[in-house]
């Protein structure tokens, strides 16, 4: 029995990722009333959302399960500074997961 996959490649949507991921963090933030807090390319998740490891971890725990194992978010943060991912925004985290989305596509994997 084999299983035939689609030829054309995934192509990731930018507004469609900054949604999905907005939504994980609303869920993240429920108990700080999420609502409150505009999320755009430019929110950093240590100052403006003010996450903590812990939000960081579930937050790339749910990346993966919505997205597959493209999404690394452990390897993205590895090859980073502290004051780099201390000043990480949405945005920057948007582009790695469609980058990784289209590659992922490209490669067929």
Do not use: C, W
Not at 15 to 22: E, H, I, K, N, S
Not at 53 to 74: C, H, P, T
Not at 85 to 102: K, P, R, Y
């Amino acid at each position: 029995m084999s299983v035939e996959e689609t030829t054309s490649p995934v192509i990731a949507d930018e507004a469609a990722v900054l949604a999905d991921l907005t939504g994980i963090l609303r869920a993240l933030l429920e108990d700080y009333e999420p609502d409150d807090i505009e999320i755009t390319r430019d929110t950093t998740f240590h100052d403006d959302l003010e996450l903590e490891s812990i939000d960081l971890v579930a937050m790339s725990a749910q990346l993966r399960e919505k997205y597959g194992e493209a999404i690394n978010f452990a390897s993205f943060v590895a090859d980073l500074e502290l004051g780099q991912i201390m000043a990480l925004t949405v945005g920057e985290l948007v582009d790695f997961v469609v980058t990784s989305l289209n590659a992922k596509g490209k490669s067929g994997a």
